[in-house]
């Protein structure tokens, strides 16, 4: 992983899940990290973390864990969190956006005219969240002319996977990761978008001991997982390469990024990239 020193990040959606581990990896390379969620108090949500115990971790790795809470689906909030970081360190390095609203339904097997129509909430925290954010990151990052916006999404962009509103959400984000990048290209800021296969968070590992028959899922292979931290360490070698613009535009498959940066996850395992089975990427780096 590269060594992320003096860096300033913001990992969105981070109490728990992906975006905790992706904290907890970045911190550990030695970046300040704001972590943002809406649990505050533990045993407030069905699943464990807040946003504090993840700061606190981040500052055990050895970064500087700073938790703010935010709830991405109001802008005022998300305005008062780059207020802060503009405030309290001048400078923003790294955005992920991956706070995402998973509805409870998610993986039920049923038609989206079967399921509420609130899962649209999808799209709010997932796309325009990402959108949002971004603005707002963008503006520290221009002036400084440097920085990186991470997309978290998946082989959902390509594949069926749960749903028709869980795929245009991810389809979306590839999509606006691209578009971005082409007009922060003369600031010398990169936009890009990773997909994630399985990931064994706190939600994941629930679902597969509790829902008959999800195990034997094209997109929910326990072989095929890996942990909540491994995409954090190839963000960590991304952020680190001096020649990271050459990525700027491109969605990407983890595993594959990782294959190219030598990494490996926490437990010493090569994660398989899933392009033969799920799908490939449409979108290429914009220099190409």
């Not at 989206?112 to 990402?130: A, C, H, T, Y």
Request: proline share 4%; glycine share 12%; charged share 20%.
């Amino acid at each position: 992983m590269g060594d992320l020193t003096g860096k300033v990040v913001v990992v969105t959606g981070a109490s728990r899940g992906i975006g905790k581990g992706i904290a907890l990896a970045l911190g550990a390379a030695g970046a300040t990290v704001y972590v943002t969620g809406r649990t505050l108090v533990e045993g407030s949500q069905p699943l464990p973390g807040t946003v504090g115990a993840t700061a606190a971790a981040v500052t055990e790795r050895g970064g500087q864990g700073i938790a703010v809470a935010v709830d991405h689906s109001d802008d005022e909030q998300v305005a008062k969190l780059f207020e802060q970081v503009k405030r309290e360190q001048g400078r923003l390095d790294i955005l992920v956006n991956n706070a995402f609203a998973l509805p409870d339904d998610l993986t039920e097997a049923k038609g989206f005219w079967q399921k509420p129509l609130s899962n649209w909430e999808m799209i709010d925290v997932g796309v325009r969240s990402n959108f949002v954010a971004a603005w707002h990151a963008a503006q520290i990052m221009v002036p400084q002319q440097s920085g990186l916006i991470v997309a978290i999404s998946g082989y959902t962009g390509v594949a069926y996977t749960y749903g028709v509103v869980f795929g245009t959400a991810k389809s979306a984000v590839d999509r606006m990761a691209r578009d971005m990048a082409i007009e922060l290209q003369p600031h010398k800021v990169a936009s890009i978008s990773l997909w994630q296969g399985l990931t064994m968070t706190e939600r994941a590992e629930r679902n597969l001991a509790n829902i008959p028959g999800l195990k034997s899922g094209a997109a929910t292979q326990i072989k095929d997982g890996c942990t909540p931290e491994f995409p954090g360490r190839v963000i960590a070698a991304l952020a680190a390469d001096d020649q990271l613009m050459r990525h700027s535009g491109g969605t990407f498959i983890t595993a594959e990024m990782a294959q190219q940066y030598a990494i490996k996850d926490i437990d010493g395992r090569e994660i398989p990239s899933l392009r033969e089975t799920r799908g490939a990427p449409i979108w290429q780096p914009i220099g190409r």
